[in-house]
């Protein structure tokens, strides 16, 4: 430092050092060319230029003088700043130095800055010298260098060895330059998702170009894994380093393999997505099999934000043999239509349709989900609600279709719709005058209404019906000749309107209420049912025309609670209190099957004149007035038992804390006075608890008080009469779960630090006694794991047979971390009374950096299949993989049947 400075003439110090350190410096105006000539533009690189432009920002201090007018220079130093005006203005920064721009911050052990210029320039220490790597940062990027020189007004720059980070990966040159802020070009440049550290693979070229932060082109590339180059060189190609952005492209195939004799050898998830817009996407993908059999799927979605989203999707595939002289040759073409659309209409009103229709065995051929594959049903709902802003009522209105393919029937049910009015109170505040209310202030009125329509198609062939749902559906004829009955569109319709009185005698000990309600319902046909003797059996005739029926029930209830203490001292537990809250409650209603209502009629049965009694809406979309007089007393008793858990400490100081060991122990039962016999109904029990931390028990047991007869059925004799029993228990059912969690920290690796150097002919290391025993404590190994544990038991009473019994204990959601890195979970199930594991699944996952390891197995159950993936993190680098040879074939799976569960593409919502 002192032989740079000797001339005090043509260096300044001093006063100039504080001078230049303080003060802001401002930027010339002309353009410096020195980078240009430094490295010509490299030619050859595949896609078009593209130019970002923009005024920059005007940079502000905190220094005395105000702001900083815009293209000011901000520059400190750690150690000292020397000026050199011998042949322009130049400056030297010296000791963690950083110099700051509105177009970046450039920050270095030593930096050069040539005012005149307006470039800045920065080296390491020396070449190998990765610590003391200058560093050019951007709002964008950041870029790591052995040499860094760049023009802060033009925005161009020039880099040697150089780190820079781009969108989804890094990029490594021996030669960078920037020359505007929209285009950088690299010599002998290396690409990869993977940190610069762990470059397990990587994308050597000898030119490369990246535009706009997000494309990256590049020609004469060779894909290198563990270092190995792959034997085939790319001429050029085009990465898009941003996979945020929505684009079309092909989707990523996997080799499949599947039972020779079924589909054999093939390709899944071929074909091609469409990003239309942002409000638009659509797909076509397919598998192909060797075998001849396919599989094709076209999905359409669209989306407006918080107004609509939906989606149309339409698959189709043909399974066949290996060839046609094969044994058992066949062909099967199964076929699907799905359409999802959810609208809000108004912040009142919504609309959701949910569409599915499939052939019976679509599923079981085409997918690998094993909660698909166990579906017997298909639903289909459309659905319109609304809610008036005032909350004065609600409508609503549906339609539901049901495919049930183990008896081949079909089910609709709607269009349907309910209207139901807000629950008031006419005299709620007229007796604002005095302390208490009046009991009808307490009087609340409620109405609804339910249009209800059905069609229900069971054909008599089931499966080998020449009649489709859909046909039936449009022609009452055909409806008749495939189902044998008239039943052809149900419809009726219901309103119920109640009264409650909340509070009959105004107590503070007693709630005492009482209710009234009535139902109207309508029908447009009613059953006539006629004996003919010719056939010896009674036959029905659907009468249409308009009828009505009417029927109504009261009700009058008694609660009350009360509680019981003791001071009982049991360990910790001081004290149970006893919290118990019966229920007494009397409904009415009259008997809708005399002849007085006309909802009821008599029918001769047979020859010999015996008569039946039916309902004339028996067969109608809502069930007609129950049959029998109700006057029934029905009694509940709800308990709850606390107590006090109490610790002292060594110093006296107590700790109390309430605990419910019981939460609910409940009975409840009926006796129907006005019933001809078994007045008594059975008694419901059930308990639940979670005293003990983190554990949930439940369980529930019916009992049933009267005799069986020979057949099996109940007669009008209680046990209790022949002194063997109080009660028959008829079913009983045990649940108890729980959680446990930890290792929390995550995984500790130890790694023992011996303090002495290493010395090989020190043979003391290789003692078979440690002589280091107790130097170093060894840490605990913690890693992160869960388990969910489920035991059910369930009982339940067979006349003459042995008891149905089930017990199976489920362990859901297992991990644990076995290193950092490698992580196993599994979902295991055993059926103690079957002796046999239920269906699981076990899954171990390695994560290599840039690479995902996965392995996927379920031994057990009847079906039984694994999964081997082994993919790139990146889905750019993942599809290029995937379309080469060899490098395809990363992954594996075994399948009975059926394809993997399907992937999107590119983008979409």
């Known amino acids: 430092m002192l032989s740079v400075i000797q001339n005090t003439g043509r260096y300044v110090t001093g006063i100039c050092l504080v001078f230049l350190v303080t003060a802001p410096l401002f930027g010339q105006q002309r353009d410096s060319t020195d980078i240009n000539q430094d490295l010509t533009v490299p030619e050859g690189i595949i896609g078009a230029d593209t130019t970002q432009t923009g005024e920059p920002q005007t940079t502000r201090s905190s220094a005395r003088s105000g702001s900083i007018p815009e293209n000011a220079v901000q520059f400190q130093s750690a150690d000292s700043l020397v000026i050199d005006f011998r042949e322009g203005k130049k400056a030297i920064l010296y000791g963690n130095s950083e110099v700051k721009h509105t177009s970046g911050a450039l920050r270095s052990g030593v930096i050069n800055m040539d005012i005149d210029k307006t470039t800045v320039e920065a080296r390491t220490t020396t070449p190998e010298d990765t610590l003391s790597r200058p560093v050019l940062i951007r709002e964008t990027d950041e870029i790591k260098s052995t040499r860094i020189l760049f023009n802060y007004k033009t925005e161009k720059g020039k880099f040697e060895a150089a780190q820079v980070q781009v969108s989804e990966g890094h990029l490594i040159g021996s030669k960078i330059k920037n020359i505007n802020d929209s285009e950088v070009f690299i010599e002998d440049g290396i690409y990869s998702t993977c940190p610069p550290e762990y470059m397990y693979y990587y994308l050597k070229a000898k030119k490369m170009k990246v535009v706009d932060e997000d494309e990256l082109f590049f020609s004469n590339a060779q894909l290198y894994i563990l270092d190995i180059p792959y034997p085939i060189i790319f001429p050029f190609g085009y990465v898009p ?244 009955n008239d039943d052809y569109i149900q419809a009726g319709f219901q309103q119920v309107a109640g009264l409650q009185v909340g509070q009959l005698i105004p107590s503070q000990f007693l709630n005492i ?227 446990f969690r930890g290792g929390n920290n995550g995984v500790r690796v130890y790694t023992p630090e011996y303090r002495r150097r290493y010395d090989p002919l020190d043979q003391s290391r290789f003692h078979p006694i440690d002589s280091r025993f107790g130097y170093e404590p060894i840490p605990p190994i913690n890693s992160p794991w869960s388990v969910s544990l489920n035991f059910s038991y369930s009982w339940s009473f067979r006349f003459g047979e042995d008891p149905s019994k089930r017990a199976t204990l489920r362990a859901s959601n297992i991990s644990f971390n076995l290193t950092p890195k490698w992580r196993f979970s599994t979902d295991v199930g055993y059926d103690f009374i079957g002796k046999e594991f239920t269906p699981s699944q076990f899954s171990l996952n390695r994560n290599l950096e840039c690479w995902d390891l996965s392995f996927q197995i379920n031994p057990f159950g009847e079906f039984q299949y694994y999964f081997f993936r082994l993919s790139v993190n990146s889905a750019q680098i993942q599809s290029l993989f995937q379309k080469l040879p060899v490098l395809k074939n990363l992954e594996r799976s075994s399948s009975p049947s059926g394809a993997r569960n399907r992937r999107g593409g590119y983008g979409g919502f």
């Open 241 to 484: 380093t941003d996979i945020e952005r929505k684009r079309s492209g092909l989707l990523t195939p996997t080799y499949a393999f599947q039972d020779q004799n079924g589909r054999g050898l093939g390709l899944q998830n071929v074909g091609w997505f469409q990003y239309f817009n942002d409000y638009l996407t659509g797909q076509v993908d397919g598998d192909i099999y060797t075998s001849g059999s396919f599989y094709l799927n076209g999905l359409v979605q669209y989306r407006k934000r918080d107004f609509y989203n939906g989606s149309v999707r339409i698959g189709y595939s043909k399974d066949r043999g290996m060839e046609p002289t094969d044994p058992g040759y066949s062909e099967t073409i199964q076929k699907s239509i799905s359409v999802s659309h959810n609208q809000t209409i108004s912040p009142f009103a919504s609309l959701t349709a949910n569409v599915n229709l499939r052939t019976a065995d679509y599923n079981t051929r085409n997918s690998y989900s094993i909660d698909e594959r166990a579906q017997t049903n298909s639903n289909s709902k459309l659905a319109y609600n609304y809610k008036h802003p005032e909350s004065m009522f609600t409508f609503s209105t549906n339609a539901q279709l049901v495919q049930n393919f183990t008896n081949y029937s079909t089910r609709v049910s709607g269009p349907s719709a309910n209207f139901r009015l807000r629950t008031f109170s006419p005299f709620q505040g007229r007796s604002s005058g005095t302390s208490d209310p009046r009991w009808y202030e307490s009087i609340s009125i409620s109405y609804n209404n339910t249009l209800r329509s059905s069609f229900d198609f069971d054909p008599i062939d089931a499966d080998s019906s020449e009649i489709s749902f859909f046909e039936a559906l449009t022609d009452r004829d055909k409806y008749e000749e495939a189902t044998g």
């Open 513 to 739: 209420s009482a209710g009234i309600n009535a139902t109207e319902t309508w029908y447009p046909s009613t059953t006539l049912k006629t004996f003919n003797a010719d056939s010896n059996r009674v036959e029905e005739e659907k009468v249409y025309g308009f009828k009505s029926a009417r029927e109504f029930s009261t009700n009058l209830s008694m609660g009350t609670t009360f509680y019981g203490i003791s001071n009982i001292k049991v360990g910790n537990m001081e004290g149970i209190r006893h919290t118990v809250r019966p229920q007494i409650g009397f409904s009415y209603s009259p008997d809708f099957s005399s002849e007085f209502w006309g909802y009821y009629k008599t029918v001769q049965s047979d020859e010999e004149g015996n008569t039946q009694e039916y309902s004339i809406f028996e067969d109608e979309v809502f069930e007609g007035p129950g049959r029998g007089e109700q006057r029934s007393l029905n009694f509940s008793l709800r308990n709850v038992f606390e107590t006090k858990l109490v610790k002292r400490d060594s110093t006296g100081e107590v700790t109390e804390k309430n605990i419910r060991f019981i939460d609910n122990l409940s009975l409840s039962s009926s006796y129907n006075f006005a019933a001809d016999s078994l007045n008594l109904s059975n008694l419901n029990t059930s308990i639940s608890s979670s005293a003990v931390s983190g554990l949930n028990l439940r369980a529930s047991a019916n009992f049933s008080f009267y005799q069986f007869d020979s057949t099996g059925r109940e007669i009008d004799r209680f046990f209790i009469e022949d002194g063997k029993k109080l009660a028959q228990l008829r079913s009983f059912s045990l649940n108890a779960s729980t959680s």
